[in-house]
C-alpha cells in the first residue's frame, strides 16, 4: 500500500500554568502534526515538537526539513520509506515525526498495534511516574493529588532556588510522604560541582529514586565520584548525546540515561541504544519532551518494548495533563500505569 499524501500542520497547546525550567518559562508548547495516508485510507500521524533549548533543531528548521522530505515519500510504501528518513543528528525531531507517523500507518497496514513492529514480547503495563513541577507555592498539595491518583514515583524539578532553601523543602516534603513513595529529581544542569556535593550529602536519607543532570558542565570524573557518593542512580539527560559523541557506553559515568526520543530522532535508534545500555548493565528510563498526545502515544509503545526486554522502570510519560487542550485523546493512566490493547496503530485518534 503506497503512501499517496503526506502533510504536516502547525499547533500550539497552551499550558494550564506556564511551564518553568532553569532555560525558561513557556506559556505554550508548538510543534507539526504529520499526517501520511495510503490508498486504502489508512492515516499515520507523528508529532515533530522541536525544542532547541534541548538539542534540537527548531522550529522554523524543522518546517525547512518536512516541506523538504515529505513531497519525497509519496508513492513509497511505508517499507522504503524508512530509507528517506536521515538527519537524525541536524532535525532529530523532523526525523521523530516522521518515524512515527510511518510505524502509526504501517502497524494500522498490518492491523496490529505499534509495539508489535519493536518487540513480539508482549507487553507489560507501562510505569509512569507523575510530574509536580519545582518547590514552589502548594508543592505538598501537588504531591497529595498524584499520591491519591495512585502515583508511587513523583518527578520533582531542582535547580530554581538556593541550595540550603531546596533542600530544606526538600527534607519537608519527604516527611509528608508515604513509606511507598519516592522522588525523582531533575536539576536540569544547575549547579557546580561544590554545590551538588552540598545538595547530594543531604539526600542520602531521603526517598530518593534518581537525579538527572546535577551538575553545569557534566564533567564525567567528577560525575563517577558524585555516583559512588549515593545509594540512588545518577541520570543523563540533556548532556547524554555530547557526552555519546566523545564517549563510548561502557564510559558512562553514572548508572542511568534518560531517553528522549524526540532528541535522538525516533523510536527506532532510541530502542537501538536502550538495548546497548541493558548489555552493559545501564537503566533506561523514557521520558516526552513534552510532545501532545500524537507523541506520546508512540512513545508508550516504545516503553512497552523496551519493557518487555530489559528491567521495567518507571518511564516519565504523563505530561499530556499540563495542556489545557491537545490534538487528540491522551492515554489513560490508572495508578501510575497504562496498559496498551491490540487495536492497531499507536491509539492516537485526531480531534476533529
Not at 79 to 100: H, I, K, W, Y
Amino acid at each position: 500500500m503506497p503512501i499517496t499524501g503526506a502533510r504536516f500542520d502547525a499547533y500550539r497547546l497552551p499550558f494550564v500554568t506556564p511551564w518553568r525550567s532553569k532555560a525558561g518559562t513557556w506559556q505554550f508548547r508548538e510543534g507539526w502534526l504529520i499526517q501520511l495516508t495510503d490508498d486504502q485510507g489508512n492515516s499515520g500521524y507523528g508529532d515533530a515538537a522541536p525544542l532547541p533549548e534541548i538539542g534540537t533543531e527548531t522550529l522554523r528548521e524543522s518546517a525547512q526539513r518536512l516541506n523538504a522530505l515529505l513531497p519525497t515519500l509519496i508513492g513509497w510504501k511505508t517499507e522504503q520509506a524508512f530509507n528517506l528518513l536521515t538527519d537524525a543528528v541536524a532535525t532529530p525531531a523532523s526525523r521523530f515525526g516522521l518515524e512515527t507517523a510511518l510505524l502509526d500507518l504501517q502497524s494500522k497496514q498490518r492491523a496490529i498495534p505499534l509495539y508489535r513492529l519493536l518487540t513480539d514480547q508482549e507487553p507489560k503495563a507501562v510505569q509512569i511516574n507523575a510530574s509536580i513541577g519545582s518547590l514552589e507555592h502548594k508543592i505538598i498539595e501537588r504531591a497529595s493529588s498524584a499520591i491519591t491518583a495512585g502515583y508511587s514515583t513523583l518527578k520533582l524539578k531542582l535547580g530554581l532556588y538556593p541550595i540550603a532553601q531546596e533542600l530544606s523543602q526538600l527534607q519537608h516534603l519527604c516527611a509528608q510522604l508515604p513509606e511507598h513513595c519516592t522522588l525523582r529529581l531533575d536539576a536540569n544542569r544547575a549547579w557546580k560541582t561544590d554545590e551538588a556535593t552540598q545538595l547530594i550529602s543531604g539526600l542520602d536519607v531521603l526517598p530518593i529514586e534518581s537525579l538527572e543532570e546535577p551538575l553545569k558542565n557534566s564533567d564525567p570524573e567528577m560525575l563517577r565520584e558524585l555516583q559512588k557518593l549515593v545509594p540512588f542512580d545518577l541520570a543523563l539527560d540533556e548532556s547524554l548525546s555530547t557526552f555519546l559523541l566523545q564517549h563510548s557506553l561502557n564510559e558512562l559515568p553514572v548508572s542511568r540515561i534518560i531517553i528522549k526520543p524526540t532528541l535522538l530522532g525516533g523510536l527506532l535508534p532510541s530502542l537501538e541504544l536502550i538495548q546497548k545500555a541493558h548489555r552493559t548493565g545501564i537503566r533506561c528510563v523514557i521520558t516526552s519532551s513534552l510532545e501532545s498526545s500524537a507523541g506520546i502515544w508512540p512513545l508508550l509503545h516504545l516503553a512497552a518494548a523496551a519493557d518487555a526486554h530489559t528491567e521495567s522502570v518507571v518511564h516519565g510519560l504523563a505530561t499530556a495533563n499540563l495542556f489545557k487542550s491537545d490534538l487528540g485523546r491522551a492515554p489513560a493512566i490508572s495508578n501510575g500505569q497504562v496498559q496498551l490493547d491490540d487495536r492497531p496503530g499507536s491509539g492516537f485518534i485526531l480531534s476533529r
